[in-house]
């Protein structure tokens, strides 16, 4: 079993940033590929961006790519979304994901809770 834990999300206004967290526990996350996913209301969810702990291998929605990194803290478990130019599109609940690397849910068998990204206009 794998936990995972968001937290960072909250209100911004258009062109701020906002870094969220996610940590991970269990025996095996770090065999697995960790990925952001987003979720807008009355739409599906949606692929942000993912990576593997063994090779760090990124990969990026075109829709953040240039304004959204990927990251990690081994020692801390925690992997992190450091958003910056956010827009009111970006606008969602964030979900950190555990599993093997892709942009599809299906890819992931493991979710956190999600954390509520607001940006104003």
């Known amino acids: 079993q794998v936990q995972l834990v968001e937290s960072g999300g909250g209100l911004v206004q258009a062109g701020g940033s906002l870094r969220l967290s996610c940590v991970a526990s269990g025996r095996t996350f770090i065999r697995y590929a960790m990925g952001w996913f987003r979720q807008a209301p009355g739409k599906e969810r949606e692929f942000v961006a993912t990576?593997?702990?063994?090779?760090?291998?990124?990969y990026y929605a075109d829709s953040v790519k240039g304004r959204f990194t990927i990251s990690r803290d081994n020692a801390k478990n925690t992997v992190y979304l450091q958003m910056n130019s956010l827009k009111p599109e970006d606008t969602a609940v964030y979900y950190c994901?555990?599993?093997?690397?892709?942009?599809?849910?299906?890819?992931?068998?493991?979710w956190g809770q999600g954390t509520q990204v607001t940006v104003s206009s």
């Open positions: 990576f593997t702990w063994s090779a760090g291998t990124t």
């Open positions: 994901a555990a599993g093997v690397i892709g942009t599809m849910t299906r890819d992931y068998d493991y």
